[in-house]
């Protein structure tokens, strides 16, 4: 099994410009969350999913899209890219909500300038 | 606000030290979780506590949980260079989105030789 894996690993946008970060898992989960980690700050929740056609809001949504139309994949987009969407972007899942541990993907780094 | 509170920020031992790395709750806690994370990847799981009391270990890595207290600790016995990295906690809490993990701000543990 190849865990969760996301691509890029790293990119580079102008102000304005939209790119979809790829996150995709092969463990069957049907949980699937967003996060992004600022310098020196923990993780913070963007949106999350509890299966196939079904997402929410986390913490942070603003500036970003989600969908999940299979269990495997869910793509996080950014449509006008700002400079304070700079952070690493982690995608994570798990079986079930409660008790389960979470499990990341190496990451994404994005850069906006 | 800052749900949890790791302390020390960072951490830099000599090899062969026993260090502890904490994390405080603001609020009721329904798992903590214990992650490590290098430059450039992701989190990697070590170990979940659900209960008030537990204690578990993986090589020379302890894990407790005080309920009462809210607090968990990360004990490193013996540290070696591979040890080095960000030591995150994650928890779920109460009034949390289902499944979202919170998390510290991480503590960077440095280990010289």
């Known amino acids: 099994n190849a865990g969760v894996t996301q691509t890029p690993k790293f990119r580079i946008l102008k102000i304005g410009q939209s790119m979809t970060l790829q996150c995709a898992q092969d463990?069957?989960?049907?949980?699937m969350y967003w996060y992004r980690q600022d310098p020196g700050m923990g993780l913070k929740l963007i949106y999350y999913?509890?299966?196939?056609?079904?997402?929410d809001k986390g913490e942070v949504p603003n500036g970003y899209n989600v969908s999940r139309s299979t269990t495997e994949d869910f793509p996080l987009r950014l449509e006008l890219a700002a400079p304070s969407q700079t952070s690493v972007y982690f995608c994570?899942?798990?079986?079930?909500?409660?008790?389960?541990?979470?499990?990341f993907g190496p990451g994404t780094r994005l850069l906006v300038l | 606000s800052q749900e949890l509170e790791q302390s020390p920020q960072s951490l830099i031992v000599q090899e062969g030290k026993n260090l502890t790395i904490n994390c405080t709750s603001s609020?009721?806690?329904?798992?903590l979780y214990w992650y490590k994370q290098k430059y450039g990847e992701g989190l990697i799981f070590l170990m979940m506590?659900?209960?008030?009391?537990e204690e578990k270990s993986h090589e020379k890595i302890t894990a407790k949980l005080d309920e009462k207290k809210q607090q968990s600790s990360l004990h490193i016995t013996a540290s070696q260079p591979s040890h080095a990295g960000i030591y995150l906690c994650?928890?779920?809490?109460?009034?949390?989105?289902?499944?979202?993990?919170?998390f510290g701000r991480g503590t960077q543990l440095t280990v010289w030789p």
């Open positions: 994570a899942s798990s079986e079930l909500a409660g008790g389960e541990t979470q499990y």
């Open positions: 463990m069957n989960h049907n949980y």
């Open positions: 999913s509890v299966g196939a056609g079904i997402t």
């Open positions: 609020k009721t806690l329904y798992g």
């Open positions: 506590l659900q209960k008030g009391g």
């Open positions: 994650g928890a779920r809490i109460r009034g949390s989105t289902l499944g979202r993990l919170y």
